[in-house]
T-cell receptor, first 114, second 112 residues
Framework: AQSVTQLDSQVPVFEEAPVELRCNYS??????LFWYVQYPNQGLQLLLKYLSGSTLVKGINGFEAEFNKSQTSFHLRKPSVHISDTAEYFC????????????FGKGTLLTVNP | NAGVTQTPKFRVLKTGQSMTLLCAQDMNHEYMYWYRQDPGMGLRLIHYSVGEGTTAKGEVPDGYNVSRLKKQNFLLGLESAAPSQTSVYFCASSYDPSGEAFFGQGTRLTVV
């Protein structure tokens, strides 16, 4: 069975500081990995995804993530955050084979302070 | 394009009442999902569908039923609502497992 663990439920940072949001996954087959963002009272939007190939994936709004197969991790990073990045961030996994469930982690609330 | 549309956006039910949430997508996607979002729990998969006429159970299917009679619509039913089903419900669709999932704006359901 696949699962996703987001290691931090809340991450407070100051504006223009770097940030890393951590995500570990488990799956018995090859996976597709995603990061989504949710702004207050809205649905989720895709930030970036990893399917195959280069382990460093770039997404929207200056975010990037690195896939590490040996550590089963997919951490999200941004070198300099803005107030507008305040939101909840979700890591998600979808496996190939016959199991097509899109499974989410519990989310990390990123709060950017001035 | 409307994308993914959920109906209704808000609803208050009394314990024991039934209701159906409608999800409609206009992107010709094969895969559709229903999630519930509760504070501190993230999004938990209730049921999903990999194509017209198919449905499958997710992590928390008890108390819910679904139907996918038409490719563009995915219905979530509560036969006898309970206070534990108070939540925000999200529908999503994707073309395939590797593709972006598009989400609706959510339905806020309160069961009293």
């Amino acid at each position: 069975a696949q699962s996703v663990t987001q290691l931090d439920s809340q991450v407070p940072v100051f504006e223009e500081a770097p940030v890393e949001l951590r995500c570990n996954y488990s799956s018995s087959v090859s996976v597709y990995l995603f990061w989504y963002v949710q702004y207050p009272n809205q649905g989720l939007q895709l930030l970036l995804k990893y399917l195959s190939g280069s382990t460093l994936v770039k997404g929207i709004n200056g975010f990037e993530a690195e896939f590490n197969k040996s550590q089963t991790s997919f951490h999200l990073r941004k070198p300099s955050v803005h107030i507008s990045d305040t939101a909840e961030y979700f890591c998600a996994v979808n496996s190939g084979g016959s199991n097509y469930k899109l499974t989410f982690g519990k989310g990390t609330l990123l709060t950017v302070n001035p | 394009n409307a994308g993914v549309t959920q109906t209704p956006k808000f609803r208050v039910l009394k314990t024991g009442q039934s209701m159906t949430l409608l999800c409609a997508q206009d992107m010709n996607h094969e895969y559709m999902y229903w999630y519930r979002q509760d504070p501190g729990m993230g999004l938990r998969l209730i049921h999903y569908s990999v194509g017209e006429g198919t449905t499958a159970k997710g992590e928390v299917p008890d108390g819910y039923n679904v139907s996918r009679l038409k490719k563009q619509n995915f219905l979530l039913g509560l036969e006898s609502a309970a206070p534990s089903q108070t939540s925000v419900y999200f529908c999503a669709s994707s073309y395939d497992p590797s593709g972006e999932a598009f989400f609706g704006q959510g339905t806020r359901l309160t069961v009293v």
